[in-house]
């Protein structure tokens, strides 16, 4: 019996990334562009959703031969508190996205819904995997000192349980052994601890983390109070400020890390201090995920985009490697994460998870 057909849907901001792959190796792919006034047309993200799936079908229709679909693999959105794994989409799926019983708007909930009405029209099953609400804190993480904000669990956990699961299975290791940190560097930061294989901290990308190239991270509590009531903002601009317009962007006009490290090679001290300060608050944010692990860490894992930056990687390598060895997985591997779960749960190696 040949492998599975399976398709793996991931939208971002500005496309629709697509990909089939035969078991877990990938035969076609594509980055489905869409055009900024089509998409400034939809006034919410959902009605973006019929644009969506129209361009995912051309490609399926483009990709016909390569045989009959067998399944689709959907990134997950923030939806509620979840253990990780892979859910089945089903109707509860659904319409929580659609009734917007989301921990917070993220374009990834046009995933669900795509593969939702793919599975319906094919007759064939869709699931979500690791959505970036994956929910694993101990008790004590979820405390804030301001009883009504919780903190909540919201990270980049489909890439750094990707390359943890990576990591284990080139060290012969069982993933739910090992006790690990993982960073994930690209346009907005999270750092994870894993104990035992769980998500038992973490930071959120958007709210609370080291800067990044267009993030503002965690901010001075007092300092930020004032912006918000100086009257100079209005509440939508300032989120779109400090999810967008913030960390690199702000300090130096360009979240464009090759032009940092242009700008730094050619003698800009600024761009040098401000690019060392964001890996120095990455790697705090490493050593104190480390206490979360009583100090037993097995590794310590860099993925994303800015992996592949050599200077980043060697600043932040340079202060945490006296917690734990330290790997380099650069990029991201979110598509052939999804298909891989995905293939693992359709051959019965893992069991699918239900979402009620």
């Not at 290791?173 to 998500?199: M, P, Q």
């Not at 958007?206 to 901010?219: I, M, V």
Request: proline share 5%.
């Amino acid at each position: 019996m040949s492998e599975p057909l399976i398709l793996a849907v991931n939208p971002g901001s500005m496309t629709t990334k697509v990909a089939l792959f035969r078991g877990d190796t990938e035969v076609a792919a594509e980055d489905l562009g869409h055009g900024p006034a089509e998409l400034s047309a939809c006034q919410r993200l959902i009605d973006q959703l019929p644009l969506r799936k129209e361009a995912v079908e051309k490609f399926l229709k483009k990709h016909e031969g390569l045989g009959h679909l067998d399944a689709l693999a959907c990134r997950g959105a923030p939806l509620k508190p979840l253990e990780g794994g892979t859910y089945r989409v089903g109707d509860a799926l659904v319409e929580d996205i659609r009734q917007g019983r989301l921990q917070s708007p993220h374009v990834s909930m046009l995933a669900a819904l795509i593969g939702h009405e793919l599975s319906v029209e094919y007759g064939i099953p869709a699931y979500i995997v690791d959505p970036i609400s994956v929910d694993e804190y101990s008790p004590l993480a979820h405390l804030s000192g301001f009883p009504e904000i919780p903190r909540k669990s919201l990270w980049h956990a489909l890439n750094c349980r990707a390359v943890a699961h990576r990591y284990a299975r080139e060290q012969g290791r069982d993933f739910d052994e090992l006790n690990l940190i993982v960073a994930h560097l690209g346009s907005g930061i999270t750092v994870v601890a894993l104990r035992n294989g769980k998500a038992v901290d973490s930071t959120d990308a958007n709210s609370e983390a080291p800067f990044s190239p267009e993030r503002a991270g965690t901010l001075p509590m007092l300092g930020f109070l004032e912006l918000c009531f100086s009257g100079t903002y209005k509440k939508e601009e300032l989120v779109k400020k400090i999810t967008r317009g913030s960390g690199l962007l702000a300090h130096l006009g360009t979240n464009d890390c090759v032009e940092v490290e242009r700008r730094i090679a050619a003698g800009d001290k600024h761009a040098a201090l401000v690019y060392e300060a964001m890996a120095y608050f990455i790697s705090k944010t490493i050593g104190g995920l480390a206490a979360a692990l009583n100090g037993t860490v097995d590794a310590v894992l860099l993925t994303g985009s800015l992996a592949r930056s050599k200077m980043v990687t060697s600043w932040i390598s340079q202060r945490v490697a006296f917690i734990a060895p330290v790997h380099l997985y650069p990029g991201q591997e979110e598509m052939k994460s999804l298909a891989r779960a995905v293939h693992e749960v359709l051959s019965g190696q893992e069991q699918e998870k239900i979402y009620q």
